[in-house]
DNA sequence: CAGGGTGCTTGCGCTGCATCAAGGGGTGAG
DNA sequence: CTCACCCCTTGATGCAGCGCAAGCACCCTG
């Protein structure tokens, strides 16, 4: 079924294909059902039953949540090479967050059942999963340390620093108000600190692109350009 | 070395040793190590190897965090019949949060080799152990969804909501400053936030302890004294 | 019992961020 | 080409929660 990709590439390159090892990497990608998504389209409904695992091999995707009192938020914005609804798949029942395409993206589907089935067969991808959720963990420990004791200002900034490419770029292919809803702040609020931070000289915005001419002194500098 | 303690009962009531059923779970209470912190205790260190998961018998632990400037949090409090530091275990390497006891406690301590030796043997324990992760990083989730949309007096009701005994009390055997941190607060905020739950009827403040007349009125009418 | 310490509370001014409300600018459709 | 829509921006205002600092209750020690 996924003869039009070069399966063997894509397990190299995935690292959570890669930890759970050869077999069960193709074994997962013989259950794996590819398939494209347009900006805006709903991946999976919250409230559902998770019947399936993802990934990501290209393009942006927001885990989103939704408040006791209706209000929406973005609990993580997953990127190329990243899975998601681990978690659901692997506790069953339903699920109170929803996943929704910020860019246009490339992903794997695995069904729960074959996910299950291979994990019963080879304790690698077991073993993989454990190490995957633990990691995932610890993003979500880091992204709470944040939003517990660091400013918006500061928050923009590490943000920005986490995606910088090697060439001193970085992109921002989703929504504004996605990127903000993940960070915990408005659009508005997001707007004035980039484009403080840009009046600071630390980064120069064009569009979708932000270009970092000196990397140190984004991460150093945030603080002081609370302003 | 538990003979001290009674192992099966202990296995019954721990839902991850019972979930790791009975041969993992004798295996793994014979590897334990019993212990005791009175408050404030420094049961680990951050930027230190992790070399022991540990369960929560009895008590309190909170996990702290340190900011990128020194300022300190806290990331999660810990409940009896809970285990923490699971994923420095299967991570290894260093590990960014520290663990202290906020009320007199009572733990065990299992060593990060048994405990990989006994998830080589049965896979059970590693099936257990992921579903113990997938529930952790739920439970981070939660936290997340609450600190980016909810305030702070809502998140305070939330919380003792969350920890309401069947007889209409919460028990806070931890300094209100490690609450307040749990909760992305000031003390000084929680403070007032509980007086101001009293003031409008909802909570009865008694020192450590707290009466909750109306359960019901504590979740919903939380929004409404805001105030 | 005095003394000092620790932890909780209260008051007050201030600031960061949300909220409400317009104003641009780029992109796609007709 | 031009209109219209969407998304981003910018401004003005209000409030929630922080910081600082003082007051008070309890606990442990000598």
Excluded at 44 to 72: N, W
Excluded at 146 to 167: D, I, N, Q, W, Y
Excluded at 193 to 205: D, E, N
């Amino acid at each position: 079924m996924l003869e039009l990709i070069a399966a063997p590439a894509l397990a190299a390159a995935h690292p959570f294909l890669s930890a759970a090892g050869p077999a069960a990497a193709s074994a997962l990608l013989a259950a794996a059902e590819p398939f494209s998504a347009p900006r805006r389209a709903v991946i999976f409904t919250p409230e559902a039953a998770p019947e399936a695992l993802y990934l990501l091999l290209e393009g942006s995707v927001g885990l989103s949540m939704r408040g006791a009192d209706g209000t929406r938020g973005l609990l993580e914005i997953i990127g190329p090479n990243e899975c998601f609804l681990m978690p659901a798949v692997i506790l069953g029942g339903t699920w109170p967050f929803g996943a929704e395409a910020l860019a246009p993206s490339r992903l794997l589907r695995i069904p729960a059942e074959a996910f299950h089935a291979i994990m019963v067969q080879d304790s690698r991808l077991t073993e993989a999963s454990l190490s995957q959720m633990a990691r995932q963990w610890q993003g979500l420990a880091d992204q709470l340390v944040e939003m517990k004791l660091t400013k918006a200002s500061e928050r923009v900034a590490h943000f920005l620093a986490g995606r910088l490419m090697p060439g001193g770029r970085v992109a921002m292919p989703e929504p504004r108000a996605a990127i903000a809803a993940r960070l915990g702040m408005t659009p508005e609020s997001l707007s004035r600190v980039m484009h403080g931070l840009q009046a600071a000289g630390l980064v120069r915005l064009q569009g979708r692109r932000v270009d970092v001419p000196d990397a140190k002194a984004l991460s150093h500098g945030a603080r002081a350009s609370g302003h």
